[in-house]
């Protein structure tokens, strides 16, 4: 199974920044005026997903609550300092996540967008299975 994360912005150009530079991601590709859409791909190369970030004409309207939240284990400390630093450099507000345990094993913050994003250490999620 492929998945594909899509969603509308008001600022392609921040949304690329704050992903690529801030996250590490790569832009995989992107598209200009397809059906009125403008948009990128972003994520890792050789991997079954990525985010699609369009825009359009039609401004974005984002509803969501303090608890939906896009959550990045990093595969390594090394990996989760390094995106660490890159938030805390490019100034990006570390917030109190409404959720304890993200508290507890992680940093959240937002994306240019306001959506919460969680980095948290591969440990956590193995200790959470286990």
């Known amino acids: 199974m492929f998945l594909r994360v899509a969603r509308h912005t008001n600022d392609l150009e ?12 790569e832009l995989l590709g992107d598209f200009q005026n397809h059906n009125n859409y403008d948009g990128v791909f972003i994520g890792k190369s050789g991997l079954d997903w990525h985010f699609e970030f369009t825009k359009s004409h039609e401004d974005a309207n984002h509803t969501f609550d303090q608890d939906d ?5 990093p595969k ?28 507890e094993n992680g940093v959240m913050f937002m994306d240019p967008d306001g959506y919460r994003i969680v980095l948290s250490p591969l440990k956590a999620i193995i200790n959470e299975i286990n």
Do not use: E, M
């Not at 921040?14 to 991601?25: A, H, K, M, P, T």
């Not at 939240?69 to 284990?73: E, N, S």
């Open 14 to 25: 921040r949304i690329v920044d704050f992903y690529v530079n801030i996250l590490s991601f």
């Open 76 to 103: 390594s400390i090394i990996d989760y300092d390094v995106l660490v630093s890159n938030v805390i450099h490019g100034n990006i507000p570390i917030l109190t996540a409404n959720n304890p345990f993200w508290n």
């Open 69 to 73: 939240v896009i959550v990045l284990y």
